[in-house]
């Protein structure tokens, strides 16, 4: 059997003549039948979907594997670490140890300032004092004995029972320690006028004379006592950057 086919133009006359006519031989086929159950290709496809399964648990496990690999290494890596720092703490703790000394030096020399700038930025010059209290003494009263109390005078109490008493036991008077005196003088006028010097100098204050004997000559005797104040202070050692200034120049 053989089909025909002819190509013309319909509505249209053709001047030339009819083109040949194309013959397409038949080839027969078998007609596709499938007499396989579909439970077969069930199977085929599970097959295919268990075989992507396992590829991709393999991929998984792959990965699972390079992760656990890579934080293996990285856990020794750390211990091998770990085990340098130990080392080097090791080395380190002995010379802790061997400057210890050191540190203990250092806090000694740490509390000597404290000492030196809290303590003895309060030393008084006695000399100053001995001698401002010499000059306050007017014409014809002589000092014959200064006398530093050792315990501070009583802190600025002020009270009778005080090293320093004072005329006015109800007031207390700030002061810094008390200085006992003797002395002699032409006359009770004297040791008036060397009372009230004493009160218009604003580092001394109370005052005290409770005994003044003339005996049986014209010379007057007195006892007495006076605090001072922190205007006495020397203030050498408030700074102690002299220290440092000194060494550096012996340097």
């Known amino acids: 059997m053989a089909i025909l086919k002819t190509t013309e133009k319909k509505g249209l006359s053709l001047s030339r003549g009819a083109k040949p006519t194309v013959i397409i031989p038949f080839t027969p086929t078998m007609p596709d039948v499938n007499l396989l159950p579909p439970r077969v290709f069930d199977a085929v496809h599970a097959k295919a979907a268990q075989r992507k399964i396992m590829a991709a648990g393999g991929v998984l496990v792959l990965l699972v594997a390079g992760a656990f690999l890579g934080q293996t290494a ?7 670490t770990l085990e340098a720092e130990a080392a080097k703490t090791a080395g380190l703790d002995k010379q802790v140890r061997d400057l210890n000394p050191v540190k203990v030096f250092y806090d000694g020399v740490s509390a000597q300032k404290v000492t030196v700038k809290e303590t003895m930025a309060r030393e008084l010059y006695f000399s100053t004092m001995a001698s401002e209290l010499v000059k306050t003494s007017p014409s014809g009263v002589n000092i014959q004995t200064i006398t530093v109390a050792a315990d501070g005078g009583g802190g600025g109490g002020g009270t009778a029972g005080s090293t320093c008493p004072s005329a ?7 002061m810094v320690t008390c200085v006992q005196f003797t002395g002699t003088a032409t006359g009770r006028e004297a040791v008036s006028a060397f009372l009230v010097n004493l009160n ?8 005290y004379v409770p005994v003044t004997d003339s005996g049986d000559g014209k010379q007057v005797t007195f006892n007495g006592s006076v605090g001072i104040t922190e205007k006495f202070f020397s203030n050498r050692y408030a700074d102690d950057r002299y220290l440092i200034d000194g060494v550096e120049k012996k340097r």
């Open 168 to 174: 006015n036991p109800f007031k207390s008077v700030p």
């Open 74 to 80: 990285q856990i020794m890596l750390a211990d091998k």
């Open 200 to 207: 218009n100098s604003s580092k001394f204050v109370n005052v």
